[in-house]
């Protein structure tokens, strides 16, 4: 099922020559930043999550599935998504320098929880 839903994934991310082309320009910046949340967030919620609702959709459970954590990091993507359409509603679509210096900080939380994590779970095996 997982095969199925993945190919699609391609058709919603720009390739990489068209987001040189348009920094190279000095327009649409916007379109690489929207890019860069856009893709992965439909790769992961829908990549991942319509084989999983057509698996379980005619009412079979399915509880193999260890978590090891991608809830909370789903959650993470998630607030982080929320937090970019915030600011960019609020500055009215102009992303600033210090929106970068926020992304940057979460960014860096986010890599100081996950190392945490990890460490963590190696303690308690």
């Not at 993507?77 to 009215?92: D, K, N, Q, R």
Request: avoid cysteine; glycine fraction near 8%.
């Amino acid at each position: 099922m997982m095969v199925l839903a993945h190919p699609l994934s391609p058709a919603f991310s720009l390739h990489p020559t068209s987001l040189v082309r348009s920094l190279s320009t000095g327009k649409f910046g916007n379109m690489a930043v929207s890019n860069a949340f856009g893709s992965n967030t439909f790769n992961i919620m829908v990549g991942l999550g319509l084989p999983w609702l057509l698996y379980t959709a005619n009412g079979v459970t399915y509880s193999d599935l260890r978590d090891d954590g991608v809830t909370e990091t789903v959650i993470i993507l998630g607030s982080v998504l929320l937090a970019f359409v915030i600011f960019i509603l609020l500055s009215g679509f102009i992303l600033y320098r210090w929106h970068a210096w926020v992304f940057f900080a979460m960014y860096a939380g986010y890599v100081v929880y996950a190392v945490a994590q990890v460490y963590l779970r190696g303690m308690r095996n």
